[in-house]
C-alpha cells in the first residue's frame, strides 16, 4: 500500500507556541489530505480536507485560525496549531488519497502534542 | 450525515476463538475501510472493501452495501490482535471530497 509520513510523532510545547506538523505522501501524489483528531479512548474526528494549491475546507466547529493548513505541494501538508493552549493537547493524524482517484485513504503515524 | 455505528464496543476473548465485528452505516458509501489502530496509535489499513468480500489470511470481511452494514472476521485470535477496530466509511453524495466518517470502534482484548 501507499506510505503516509508524518512528522513529528511526538512533540511538547508551551502554552502560546505554535507547532507544525508534516504529513508527506512518499510514493504518490495527494490533491487532497485530511486532518483528524483523536481523543484518548475516542475515535477519530475530521478537523479539516487540505487542497493542493487551493484554502482548506473545515469541518464545522474547528477554529480556522487556530489550526492552519497549508498543501504547497502534491506531497506536502502541514498542520500548525497556533497559540496553542493545553486543551489543544491531542492526537492528530493524517491521511492521504492517490490523485488517481483510487478512494483507498492511507493515514500517517500521528502526532501526539501536549501543551503544557 | 452519514452515520457509522459499531459493534461491540468492547470484546474479550481467549486466545484461538473466533469474533464477528460488525459495522452499521446510514447512507449510500462509496468507500468502506476496516483499520486496525495499534498502541502506539497508528491506522494499519486491514481492508479497502466498499463491496463484496476480501480475506487476509486470519482475517476476512465482508460489505452489503444494499444492507448497509459490513462485518470484519477475525478467526484463531492470537493476543497481537488486540487494540482497537475501526470502521470508516466515505459518502457518495455530491459534496464527498473522500473525507472518512469513522465508527466508535471495537477494542478487542485477547487473552492468553
Known amino acids: 500500500g501507499a506510505v503516509v509520513s508524518q512528522h513529528p510523532s511526538r512533540v511538547i510545547c508551551k502554552s502560546g507556541t505554535s507547532v507544525k506538523i508534516e504529513c508527506r505522501s512518499l510514493?504518490?501524489?495527494?490533491?487532497?489530505m485530511f486532518w483528524y483528531r483523536q481523543f484518548p479512548k475516542k475515535s477519530l474526528m475530521l478537523m479539516a480536507t487540505?487542497?493542493?494549491?487551493?484554502?482548506?475546507?473545515?469541518e464545522q466547529g474547528v477554529e480556522k485560525d487556530k489550526f492552519l493548513i497549508n498543501h504547497a505541494s502534491l506531497t506536502l501538508s502541514t498542520l500548525t496549531v497556533t497559540s496553542a493552549h493545553p486543551e489543544d493537547s491531542s492526537f492528530y493524524i493524517c491521511?492521504?488519497?492517490?490523485?488517481?482517484?483510487?478512494?483507498?485513504?492511507?493515514f500517517g503515524q500521528g502526532t501526539r502534542l501536549t501543551v503544557v | 450525515g452519514i452515520q457509522v455505528e459499531q459493534s461491540p464496543p468492547d470484546l474479550i476473548l481467549q486466545e484461538g476463538a473466533n469474533s464477528t465485528l460488525r459495522c452499521n452505516f446510514s447512507?449510500?458509501?462509496?468507500?468502506l475501510q476496516w483499520f486496525h489502530q495499534n498502541p502506539w496509535g497508528q491506522l494499519i489499513n486491514l481492508f479497502y472493501?466498499?463491496?463484496g468480500t476480501k480475506q487476509n489470511g486470519r482475517l476476512s470481511a465482508t460489505t452489503v452495501a444494499t444492507e448497509r452494514y459490513s462485518l470484519l472476521y477475525i478467526s484463531s485470535s492470537q493476543t497481537t490482535d488486540s487494540g482497537v477496530y475501526f470502521c470508516?466509511?466515505?459518502?457518495?453524495?455530491?459534496?464527498?471530497?473522500?473525507?472518512?466518517?469513522f465508527g466508535q470502534g471495537t477494542t478487542l482484548q485477547v487473552k492468553p
Open positions: 491521511s492521504a488519497r492517490d490523485r488517481k482517484g483510487h478512494t483507498e485513504a492511507f
Open positions: 510514493d504518490f501524489q495527494a490533491t487532497t
Open positions: 487540505s487542497n493542493e494549491g487551493s484554502k482548506a475546507t473545515y
Open positions: 447512507d449510500s458509501v462509496n468507500n
Open positions: 472493501i466498499p463491496s
Open positions: 470508516a466509511v466515505g459518502g457518495r453524495g455530491s459534496g464527498n471530497t473522500g473525507k472518512l466518517i
